[in-house]
């Protein structure tokens, strides 16, 4: 994903930056309500935590923020993998970037909600984040599979996802509960439901991760 380093650093400087507050939560903390996946809480580990909100689309600009976040710290202080932990949690516009290359394929996704490929000049055909093209240079191997298999955490809204399977239900013309199934079965590997947005970036900071608006 090509990359405008000015652009990147300006949109960097405006986002909102808000410090963590002291965990209330212990993350250990067990769910009266086993409906929802809250395992991943036990994966925020390490000295150095952040969540990273993303509620807009911005061609997968929150997953590049907190990529870059882990290798600026390595670069900066020497930091191992191990001891950072990045939640990304995708909602709002963001929820599009949970789905994988055949969804948005399927149900035409770029063109459906105005996400247009500034490169080329026209609709999006796959999710931008959901894989890097081959020949890629590592440092730009950005993208959610990779993300997760590095240990970081990937959260999607509910709510948000709402959106997707009314999608799935208009154009299959199947009840709700069926173009749900087929809505989760689109999912990128690893990506975790959470009841909303809010409740994934306030759980997280619950957990010590800092927070950034990524936007």
């Given at each position: 994903?090509?990359i405008?380093?000015?652009?990147?650093?300006?949109?960097?400087?405006a986002a909102?930056i808000v410090a963590?507050?002291?965990?209330?939560?212990?993350?250990?903390?067990?769910?009266?309500?086993?409906?929802?996946d809250?395992t991943?809480?036990e994966?925020?580990?390490?000295?150095?935590?952040?969540?990273f909100?993303?509620p807009?689309?911005?061609?997968g600009?929150?997953l590049?923020?907190?990529?870059?976040?882990t290798?600026?710290y390595?670069?900066v202080?020497?930091t191992a993998?191990?001891?950072?932990?990045a939640v990304?949690?995708?909602?709002?516009?963001?929820?599009?970037l949970?789905?994988?290359?055949e969804?948005?394929?399927?149900?035409t996704?770029?063109?459906?909600?105005?996400?247009k490929?500034?490169?080329k000049?026209q609709?999006?055909d796959?999710?931008?984040?959901?894989?890097?093209?081959?020949g890629?240079?590592?440092?730009?191997?950005?993208?959610?599979?990779?993300?997760?298999?590095?240990?970081?955490?990937?959260?999607?809204?509910?709510?948000?996802?709402?959106?997707?399977?009314?999608?799935?239900?208009?154009e299959?013309?199947?009840?709700?509960e069926?173009?749900?199934?087929?809505a989760?079965?689109?999912?990128l590997?690893?990506v975790?439901l959470?009841?909303?947005?809010?409740f994934?970036a306030?759980?997280?900071?619950d957990a010590g991760?800092?927070?950034?608006?990524?936007?």
């Amino acid at each position: 994903m090509p990359i405008n380093r000015r652009d990147f650093l300006g949109s960097f400087g405006a986002a909102s930056i808000v410090a963590a507050v002291p965990p209330t939560l212990h993350a250990s903390s067990a769910p009266i309500n086993e409906t929802w996946d809250t395992t991943w809480v036990e994966r925020v580990r390490g000295k150095y935590r952040a969540v990273f909100d993303s509620p807009g689309f911005s061609d997968g600009a929150g997953l590049f923020r907190a990529v870059v976040w882990t290798q600026h710290y390595k670069e900066v202080y020497g930091t191992a993998p191990g001891e950072m932990s990045a939640v990304l949690v995708v909602r709002h516009q963001g929820i599009w970037l949970a789905m994988n290359d055949e969804f948005w394929k399927k149900y035409t996704i770029g063109r459906r909600q105005k996400f247009k490929d500034s490169e080329k000049k026209q609709w999006y055909d796959h999710n931008p984040i959901a894989s890097t093209p081959a020949g890629t240079p590592a440092e730009f191997q950005i993208n959610i599979p990779k993300f997760i298999s590095d240990g970081h955490i990937v959260l999607a809204c509910n709510l948000a996802f709402a959106a997707v399977i009314d999608v799935v239900k208009k154009e299959e013309k199947v009840e709700r509960e069926e173009a749900e199934k087929t809505a989760r079965e689109h999912l990128l590997p690893g990506v975790i439901l959470q009841p909303s947005g809010v409740f994934a970036a306030l759980r997280a900071q619950d957990a010590g991760c800092h927070y950034i608006l990524t936007g």
